[in-house]
């Protein structure tokens, strides 16, 4: 499946109300699953190993709660908003491609209270 039509399921399918959990219940769950410290997701820096949480909790944060890019860049230090929509971007690809990634996002989806073939539909 392209990302095109990734693109396409995610706003045509899952603009419906959003799951009852807090933002900040994404990036607890993502630091938890990945093994990642929670106060390390906020760091400003390139290692990979904290780069690939932050934008697993960006993409699901735009994906399963619907918000803005340019909060969301407010509030992981003044990044630039295109930086939000790159992670989602990359969160596309990886699940797409990735088995292990996919198992990641399924358990984060689990601790998040949803059922975890919420995306199952975009392979």
């Known amino acids: 499946m392209t990302l095109k039509i990734l693109n396409q399921v995610i706003h045509n399918e899952y603009n ?3 799951a009852d ?5 994404i990036d607890y769950a993502c630091c938890v699953v990945m093994k990642l410290p929670s106060d390390m997701i ?4 390139r290692k990979r190993e904290i780069v690939q949480v ?15 890019q ?3 860049a407010r509030e ?4 630039n908003h295109s930086t939000c929509a ?15 990634y996919r198992e990641t996002i ?15 539909d975009l392979q």
């Open 70 to 72: 340019p909060s969301i």
């Open 106 to 120: 399924r358990d984060i989806l689990f601790i998040l209270g949803l059922p975890r073939n919420f995306f199952d």
């Open 76 to 79: 992981f230090g003044r990044m």
């Open 21 to 25: 959990f807090l933002l900040v219940d």
């Open 16 to 18: 419906k109300p959003k």
């Open 54 to 68: 932050r934008q697993t909790s960006i993409a699901l944060r735009q994906i399963l709660k619907g918000q803005s």
């Open 86 to 100: 790159h992670c989602k971007k990359v969160f596309l690809e990886r699940y797409s491609i990735y088995h292990d």
């Open 42 to 45: 906020y760091i400003k820096t």
